[in-house]
Structure formats: C-alpha cells, structure tokens
C-alpha cells in the first residue's frame, strides 16, 4: 500500500537498497517482489507534504520518460509510458497545491509508469540519482527531477521522433509542424517548467561536492540501469553530466 505516489513499487520487479559504508545504492531485480494484491489509495498520500510531494512525483514521471526512451522500449511499454507522462503532467502541480484531483491523478499516474518501465528498464538518470541519494542522501525524486532535463538533452540525437510525444503528451501544442530539434528542445523545456513550478531546485550546486565527481561518475556508470540508457556513454561523458549542473 503506497503512501508516496513516485515509485510504483507495488507493481515493479525492483527494489533498491543502499549500502551506507559503501556510499552505493543496488537496484535489485526479483519478479517475486511484484506483491500479489496492492491497494493504492490517494487518500494514503494525502498527508504528504508538499515536497514529497513534488519530488516523489518528478520520480514518477522520470520512470515515464525514463521507460519510453530506453533501448528496450517497444509498443506495449509505450503505450503505458505516454499515457503515465499525460497524467503525472495534467495532475502534479494540482498535487503540490494539495486537489484531490491532482492526488488522484498522481496514484494512478505513478502505477502506469511502473506498468511500463518494470519490463523494460531505466536509463541513466536514475544511474546518476542512484548515486547523489548513496554519497549525499539526496531525496530519489529531487535528484532526478534535476538531472532529467540535462539528461533528456544529452540523449536527444538517438531518440528518433520520441520528444515530439514526450511534448506533446506534456501539453506543448503545435509539435506536428515542428522540426527535430524543436520538439526536442520543446519536450525538454516542459520538463522543466513542470520542475520549477514544483520548486525542485534548478541546479545540483548545493548538493555534490566537485571533489566527489570521478567517485560520483564511476558509481553511476556501474548502475544497473545505466545499460537501459538510449545513448552509450563513458565514466568520462557522465562527469561532464554533473558538471553541467553545478
Ligand atoms: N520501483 C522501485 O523499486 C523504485 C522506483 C523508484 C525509486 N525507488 C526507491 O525508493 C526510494 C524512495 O521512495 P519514496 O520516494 O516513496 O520515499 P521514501 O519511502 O524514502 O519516503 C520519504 C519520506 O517520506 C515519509 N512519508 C512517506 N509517506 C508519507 C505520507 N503519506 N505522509 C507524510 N510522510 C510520508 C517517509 O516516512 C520518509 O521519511 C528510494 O530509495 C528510491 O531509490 C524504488
Ligand atoms: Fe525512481
């Protein structure tokens, strides 16, 4: 019975557990994790408050964009994936304002994410999350809602047309008459508009110490979804990630 509306735990085959000594966090994998019956109740969440409520929400849709681009995305987790990125979009800021709308929309968002990405993986947004929530106890979803745009950026020229989706389902019109990189930059700009109104900081300045970044990079490139990622990367191209934002 969730009381967040992020993870989609209670319908994926992942759990995560983190080695405090080791500053590492494990994404395990077990189809025996999936419970047999889960109850998702808004009203559990409705005590959340407004910053979990942003972040746990910027979680779910990061599974959302996460699932629709990873390499094993195909029809079936599309379909799941665009259609959780049109909910968590239409409901989150009515969730942070505290509506019984936007709570609704947000347990029923964060499932249908879980439904896509638990068959088909992650990327490296969450590699990289993985890592702030180890070394510097980052909130999961505050990481990645800061992580995601610049991401999202980095992986643009091997998405083929999937940001004009990605734009539209975030309520961007106009997308049929826009170029590649129009759409792209489009579907990028939504995602952090959607941040800001939630008040997720912009930048990762008052988290990572710059000392950190060659463990920091390390660690995420050995995550287990970092092999999910649309576009192959390097230790060296992950570094460059965190310093973009710092
Ligand atoms: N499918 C998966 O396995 C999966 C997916 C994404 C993230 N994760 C992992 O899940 C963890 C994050 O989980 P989370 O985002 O649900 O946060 P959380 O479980 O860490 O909860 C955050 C805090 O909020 C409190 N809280 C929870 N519900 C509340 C409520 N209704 N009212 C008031 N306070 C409440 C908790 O007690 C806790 O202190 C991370 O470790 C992340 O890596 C797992
Ligand atoms: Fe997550």
């Known amino acids: 019975m969730p009381t967040t509306a992020g993870t989609a735990a209670e319908v994926t085959i992942n759990y995560v557990i ?5 500053k590492r966090k494990f994404v395990c994998v077990d189809v025996h994790d999936i419970p047999e019956v889960a109850v998702i ?44 990125i049109e909910i968590i979009a239409k409901s989150l800021r009515g969730a942070v304002a505290g509506t019984d709308a936007g709570r609704d929309g947000m347990a029923l968002g964060q499932h249908v994410a ?34 995601l745009p610049t991401v999202m950026a980095y992986n643009a020229p091997v998405t083929g047309d999937k940001y004009k989706y990605i734009a539209a389902a975030m309520g961007v019109e106009g997308t049929e008459a826009m170029t590649p990189d129009e759409y792209r930059k489009a579907a990028c700009d939504a995602v952090k508009r959607l941040s800001q109104d939630v008040g997720i900081p912009a930048d990762l300045k008052a ?10 990079a390390e660690s995420a490139y050995a995550d287990a979804c970092r ?20």
Request: net charge negative; hydrophobic share 45%; charged share 20%.
């Open 18 to 22: 983190t080695d405090v000594e080791r």
């Open 41 to 84: 109740d808004p009203d559990m969440m409705a005590t959340m408050p407004k910053g979990l409520t942003a972040a746990t929400g910027m979680d779910a849709l990061t599974h959302a964009i996460e699932g629709f681009t990873t390499k094993a995305a195909w029809e079936m987790t599309d379909m799941f994936h665009l259609k959780a």
């Open 114 to 147: 879980g439904m896509g990405f638990s068959n088909v993986g992650l990327g490296i947004v969450h590699s990289m999350a993985h890592c702030l929530g180890a070394v510097y106890d980052t909130p999961h979803g505050v990481a990645n809602a800061i992580l």
């Open 207 to 216: 988290i990572v110490d710059p000392a950190d970044l060659d463990f920091l």
């Open 227 to 246: 092999p999910g990622n649309p576009r192959d990367t390097s230790v060296a191209e992950i570094k460059e990630l965190y310093q973009k934002l710092l």
